[in-house]
């Protein structure tokens, strides 16, 4: 059988897609162990290996992610690790056989997650994680794979005391696959590159990442990288960015959008590329009929990006907040979201909240670190809008990031800081965001925060005690009309109206039926509407939007219109689409949301100029 290493070297592998989301399909309950499947159903993993391998992929990883002492303790079986991962190595073996599907050689590899040591476990010293790690990595070498996958690590020492045990036991390859934020950091504070260069130079054959981010941000991180001779790269993205929908996490990017993204990848140096959440064979076999033809590069200069920001120079205003709902009585009201930054520097923020003011916006909104992606404090934000350039906010407020306690405070304080304009959201999950590792807190949500700030508005927090006085909150809520339930969320929303709503700002809407229907079945409510409005910016923007951001979904008309249009041509239909959609909703409603993609503020300007 060919060496794994030398087929890297010189043609593009494709490897397998999640595990646990096939499993899952297969009816494996939440929360049950999966490395006790290898046992207890040990068909599910003879049928997911086959069909992975029979999809095109060459490299399988074992069912053993979690096989390990410490996570198996969790559900009482960890005097089982070795028997697991055994198990894991066998099925795989007899799955394949031979080991060549198709003319193609498979190799299998033993896969080994990171200890995921919780606040409330015993802490480890060095010694004893090495011995859990020997224990896990010698039964999957002892198994017989061909190589060992050390994958989702988010601390680079633990990845390092892994990897230097797998170095002592054996010479077989080793994949090293690191969990990044998007930005491209390690939870340890090392930068990919940073991690990538150490990992080499202990012993790692193959650097790669999965499991936190989707197709874009992972393509992303890869243009940052230099390639040089003998450097060999892997990519696991994710299917997009999850949805959590009845109890489960769903991905919305489809086999043949994953599968598009392939070249990208090469192009930058990647090797070696499977799928981690979301990905299932049927994307797989994408992948291996759009790798045909495609030859792995060997070097590759570092890009570097430099972003020049306008300098510019506000004035603080005085500013009365008035209530932003009384001027729907008087004239069109145009809201407008402008993210804070990810970093410490507010230039362009505020140059693009200065743009949009002058633009004619009634107001900028501010998300809660959307999708679990970690920002600037809208509320630190929202004083500086406030004080800089004079304009309204409209302050996000998500259940995910504080307990109860925590929430009431952030709610005084807005109150005692004179801001009016809430909006009161549950929050995406941590597990989807740059830091997988926080925690989701969720004491109440969206409908129980609703109901908090009317009981501050009446002047009692959420343990009945007096506030001394009472806060003015003009609070609303959220609605997604692109579900495929809309009947459902409409009952949602009759129940956030029964809470407290004043107010309803929708996802973006870039369906003009849609725009219609929504107006008729939410009018009757008797509350103001905004209804969403996001330019779309070119092809591949909409395909990103459309395959691995939550909530929203893009006709198939205009994602075609999109695709065969050149990029300058596609950002005009993007505004003059947005524009159409726009004077729809003015027809309906006297208000409208903008929605600012990616801080490009000229585009949302240039929409409000109409």
């Known amino acids: 059988m060919a060496n794994f290493l030398e087929v890297l070297r010189d043609q593009i592998l494709i490897a397998d897609g999640a595990t646990g989301t096939y499993l899952y399909q297969l009816g494996v309950p939440q929360h049950h162990c ?23 992929a060459q ?22 690790v070795r028997e697991f991962n055994l198990a894991a190595v066998k099925l795989a073996k007899e799955s394949l056989k031979s080991k060549i599907v198709l003319g193609k050689n498979i190799f299998i590899g033993g896969s080994v997650g ?20 020997h224990e896990h990595i010698g039964a999957l070498i002892e198994g017989g794979c061909d190589l060992l996958f050390l994958e989702t690590f988010s601390d680079l020492q633990e990845l390092l005391i892994a990897l230097n045990v797998f170095k002592s036991l054996s010479a077989l390859p080793v994949v090293t696959s690191l969990a990044v ?39 992303f991180l890869y243009t940052k990288l230099e390639v040089k001779a003998g450097d060999l790269y892997g990519a696991y993205p994710n299917a997009g960015k999850p949805e959590f929908y009845e109890g489960r996490f769903n991905y919305a990017a489809t086999p043949e959008y994953f599968a598009e993204n392939l070249p990208h990848f090469v192009e930058e140096g990647v090797r070696l590329m499977g799928g981690d959440y979301g990905t299932t064979p049927a994307h797989i076999k994408a992948l291996a009929q759009k790798a045909v033809g495609l030859k792995p590069i060997h070097l590759k200069k570092r890009k570097t990006i430099t972003v020049t920001e306008r300098p510019m120079s506000v004035e603080p205003q005085p500013h009365v907040e008035l209530n932003l709902l009384d001027r729907l009585k008087e ?91 809430l909006l009161a959201i549950t929050g995406d999950p ?26 501050m508005n009446q002047g009692v927090n959420a343990a009945g005690k007096n506030l001394n006085g009472n806060t003015d909150f003009v609070v609303g809520c959220a609605f997604n009309p692109n579900a495929k339930n809309f009947d459902s969320q409409v009952k949602k929303l009759e129940g956030k109206i029964a809470a407290g709503a004043q107010y309803v700002m929708t996802q973006p809407v870039f369906d003009l039926q849609l725009v219609k229907m929504t107006a008729e079945r939410l009018k009757p409510l008797g509350i103001p509407v905004f209804i969403g409005v996001m330019p779309l910016l070119n092809s591949r923007n909409t395909e990103f939007l459309h395959n691995e951001v939550p909530g ?16 300058t041509e596609a950002s005009r239909i993007g505004v003059d689409f947005a524009r159409e959609l726009r004077r729809e909703i003015l027809t309906h409603f006297n208000g409208v949301y903008l929605i600012t993609p990616f801080l490009k503020y000229e585009v949302s300007v240039e929409l409000m100029s109409d």
Not at 434 to 447: K, L
Request: glycine share 8%; aromatic share 4%.
């Open 552 to 567: 929203i979904s893009i006709p198939d008309q205009v994602r075609e219109q999109m695709r065969h249009a050149s990029e």
């Open 59 to 80: 490299v399988i990883e074992t069912n053993s992610f979690g096989a390990n002492r410490i996570r198996l303790a969790r559900y009482g079986l960890e005097d089982r």
């Open 181 to 219: 934020t998007e930005e491209g950091r390690m939870g340890t504070g090392q930068t990919m590159e940073e991690a990538f260069q150490i990992l080499r130079l202990a012993g790692a054959d193959v650097c790669s990442i999965n499991g936190t981010c989707g197709l874009r941000a992972s393509h």
């Open 430 to 455: 941590a597990k989807v965001g740059d830091h997988p590792g926080a925690s989701s807190v969720y004491d109440v949500n969206s409908v129980g925060l609703l109901k908090l700030i009317q009981g």
């Open 331 to 421: 004239k069109v009201v145009t809201v407008v979201e402008l993210d804070s930054p990810k970093t410490l520097s507010m230039t362009k923020f505020l140059a693009g909240a200065q743009a949009l003011k002058e633009a004619g916006a009634d107001a900028v909104t501010l998300a809660d670190n959307s999708l679990a992606i970690l920002r600037v404090s809208n509320f630190a934000a929202a004083v500086l809008l406030r004080e800089k350039v004079g304009v309204l906010p409209l302050i996000h407020l998500a259940c995910r990031d504080r307990n109860l306690i925590g929430l009431q405070s952030e709610i005084m304080g807005l109150g005692v800081m004179g801001f009016r304009h």
């Open 114 to 133: 990171p200890l995921s040591l919780r606040p409330t476990d015993a802490p480890l010293s060095d010694c004893q994680k090495a011995e859990v790690f």
């Open 34 to 56: 999966l490395e006790e499947v290898n046992i207890t159903h040990p068909d599910y993993l003879r049928r997911l290996y086959s069909e992975y391998a029979e999809a095109g």
